[in-house]
C-alpha cells in the first residue's frame, strides 16, 4: 500500500489513517527526500508536514542492498527543510563504524551551505594483519556570499595518510573573478616531518583594476612531485613535469600603453649537485 499525502508517498506493509486529524501511520515504511532513502518500522505522518521515524535507516545509495547506511533510533522528517535524528549509528554493509550524537540533514533547494551529500567511501583494509580504517571524499560546501563560495574535501587512511584538498571560487561582474585550489598530503610513513607533508596551490585570476587597467595572473606551484602523483592531474601534464605560473599588469592612457608580465616554470624531478636548486 502507499500513502500519498500532497505530493509526498509513503510506502509499507501496513497504513492507518484519521481522516479528521489528517495523521498517518505507516508500519515497515520507506520514502524518499531529495537524494535519501528513509525506512523506519514506524512512519507518522503529520498534517504540518512532518514525519517522525522510529527504528529507521538513511542511506543516498539507491541499490537494494545499500553498500553504506545510518541507523538512527528517532529522526524527524521537515519535508523541503531538514531532518534531525539522535542516535547515530554508521554501518559499511553490515559492519557498524562509528557512532554519532545526531544526523543532521538540509533539504532545502538552491545554493546553501553544509556538508556534500555522501558521495564518499567508508572501509576497512588489512596491512601487515592489522586492519585500517580509511575515509575518502567526505566534503563540506561554504556558501560565503552571493560572490564567493569554498569546497572542502579530504581523504584520511588510518597509520597511512592524509590528503585533502580547498577550492575557492570568486566572481563579481565588471570587476573580478577567478579560482583558488590548494592540497595537501601527509605520508604517516615517511621518517621526516619535511619529507611527509607536501602541499600545492593552482589558481587563476583576473581583475579590472580601472576602465584601462587590468590584471591577470595564472598559478601551478607544488611543494614535492609527490604530490602530482596523487592530484588530479591529466597524463599529459604528468609526463610534461614543468609547472608554469604567469602574471601580467597592463595599462592604457589617451598616447601611451604599459605591458608587464612575469613567468615562473618549476621543472620537478630535478636534481643536481645544489640542493638548493632541487625541484625550481
Known amino acids: 500500500p502507499v500513502l500519498i499525502d500532497e505530493g509526498e508517498e509513503l ?25 535519501g532513502f528513509y525506512a523506519g518500522e514506524r512512519l507518522k505522518k ?6 517522525h521515524a522510529y527504528a529507521c535507516t538513511y542511506t543516498t545509495c539507491d ?35 562509528f557512532y554519532l550524537p545526531f544526523l543532521f540533514n538540509d533539504l532545502k533547494r538552491g545554493r546553501r551551505s553544509g556538508f556534500l551529500q555522501p558521495d564518499f567511501e567508508f572501509g576497512i583494509t588489512l596491512s601487515d594483519d592489522k586492519p585500517q580504517r580509511f575515509v575518502r571524499d567526505i566534503g563540506y560546501y561554504w556558501a560565503a556570499s552571493d560572490y564567493a563560495d569554498l569546497t572542502v574535501r579530504g581523504n584520511f587512511e588510518e597509520r597511512k595518510s592524509l590528503f585533502g584538498t580547498f577550492g575557492l571560487r570568486y566572481f563579481q561582474r565588471y570587476f573580478l573573478g577567478g579560482s583558488v585550489n590548494s592540497n595537501f598530503s601527509y605520508d604517516a610513513r615517511r621518517d621526516l616531518v619535511s619529507d611527509a607533508f607536501a602541499w600545492g ?6 581583475q579590472e583594476l580601472s576602465e584601462r587597467a587590468k590584471l591577470n595572473a595564472d598559478i601551478d606551484f607544488v611543494s614535492s612531485e609527490a604530490l602530482r602523483d596523487i592530484d588530479n592531474y591529466t597524463v599529459e601534464e604528468t609526463i610534461d613535469q614543468r609547472l608554469t605560473s604567469n602574471a601580467a599588469f597592463s595599462r592604457k592612457w589617451d598616447n601611451l600603453s604599459l605591458n608587464t608580465s612575469y613567468k615562473r616554470t618549476q621543472i620537478l624531478n630535478q636534481e643536481d649537485d645544489d640542493p638548493a636548486t632541487d625541484n625550481l
Do not use: C
Not at 533510533?73 to 559492519?95: C, E, H, N, S, W
Open 11 to 35: 510506502y509499507g506493509s501496513l497504513m492507518e489513517y484519521a481522516i479528521d486529524e489528517k495523521v498517518g501511520l505507516v508500519h515497515g515504511g520507506t520514502t524518499r527526500y531529495g537524494d
Open 46 to 51: 503529520n498534517p504540518d508536514d512532518r514525519v
Open 63 to 97: 541499490l537494494a542492498e545499500p553498500h553504506f547506511h545510518f541507523k538512527v533510533d528517532r529522526m524527524t522528517i521537515q519535508t523541503r527543510d531538514k531532518i534531525v535524528g539522535a542516535p547515530v549509528r554508521f554501518y559499511l554493509g553490515d559492519i557498524p563504524l
Open 201 to 206: 596551490l593552482h589558481g587563476t585570476h583576473s
